[in-house]
């Protein structure tokens, strides 16, 4: 099983940003590029390593006037660290 980092942080590899020809926000990396949907890209934008998960989870959750979304972006951090996303 995956750890998720206390304070995950985008990985120097990949950049974050917004590709208006692809209406959504992508991860670019040297080899590629990784279109995020709407979700992924919310929790990516709060993985600047200054940020705790819960921290992340309480954005997102009073962002979104949600709540329970503690188990969903923990699977999606360990997503992300597997894939190498996050340092």
Known sequence: MTTIPDKP???????????????????????????????????LKRCDGQRSVPAIVDELEQA???SGLGADVDEFLRTACARGWLA
């Open 9 to 43: 942080l985008l990985s120097r590899l990949f950049r974050m940003q917004w590709e208006e020809a692809q209406g959504q926000y992508v991860l670019l990396y040297p080899e590629g590029m990784v279109k995020l949907n709407q979700s992924a890209a919310e929790i």
């Open 64 to 66: 979104f006037k949600a």
